[in-house]
């Protein structure tokens, strides 16, 4: 059985999007990365064992797969951007009920649309064969994965800031237990904590 693994960069305080325009992640996706070696060796690492993306409507509209196979070629030397290219041969599956097949950039290489109906599309990814499957959001798709309980692994890198106030992905869930895999403080200032549901 496949794993779904929810990435999320998330502050100290739990918060995945910030209501004010404060540059809170080390990393805010662009050529600039406060991140530091081992962090970017091991981001890479979890992606060599991806082979399915999953992507909300939006996302992928708001240019997710150009961005990164912008970054590929932009990069195509540079180790940390390995993933990149992960990003590009992975397929991705856009869940949405509201995208049409007509709609699809020719760019959106290796993609298909899939229903939004995310127990019955997910499960059935999860049953198939190959490696895990990742998510990153945004904070809604997320949130939704997460209440109707479709999350394996949960991967939280924790920045180094404090929000105050602003988007959550766990608000609609209810109660869960969760188990910690793994936790490890980087240099930089990121702890990146990895659990697993409960039950």
């Known amino acids: 059985m496949r794993k779904l693994i929810l990435q999320m960069q998330m502050s100290v305080d739990g918060f995945v999007g910030a209501n004010e325009d404060h540059p ?3 990393w ?3 050529d600039d990365s406060a991140w530091d070696d ?5 981001f890479n690492t979890v992606f060599a064992g991806i082979d399915t993306i999953l992507l909300s ?3 992928a ?19 940390f951007y390995a993933f990149a290219q992960r990003v590009v041969d992975a397929q991705k599956v856009v869940l ?3 995208l049409k097949q007509s709609a699809w950039e020719p760019a959106w290489e290796r993609t298909k649309v899939a229903s939004g109906d995310l127990p019955r599309e997910v499960n059935a990814l999860k049953a198939g064969e190959g490696g895990d499957m990742a998510v990153f959001g945004g904070a809604g798709f997320a949130s939704a994965l997460i209440a109707a309980g479709l999350v394996d692994e949960f991967q939280l ?3 180094p800031a404090v929000l105050g106030a602003g988007r959550r992905i766990f608000d609609h869930g209810g109660f ?3 188990r910690l895999l793994g936790s490890k403080a980087y240099a930089c200032g990121m702890v990146v904590n990895r659990y697993a549901p409960v039950g």
């Not at 081992?38 to 091991?42: G, I, N």
């Not at 970054?71 to 180790?79: L, V």
Request: a positive charge; glycine letters at 8%; zero cysteines.
């Open 38 to 42: 081992e962090l970017k060796q091991d």
């Open 96 to 98: 949405s009920d509201r």
């Open 61 to 79: 509209q708001e240019g997710y797969l150009t961005h990164w196979g912008n970054a590929a070629k932009k990069f195509p030397r540079d180790p």
């Open 157 to 159: 890198f924790i920045n």
């Open 57 to 59: 409507r939006k996302m």
């Open 28 to 30: 805010e996706w662009g």
């Open 24 to 26: 809170w992640q080390l």
């Open 176 to 178: 869960q237990t969760l």
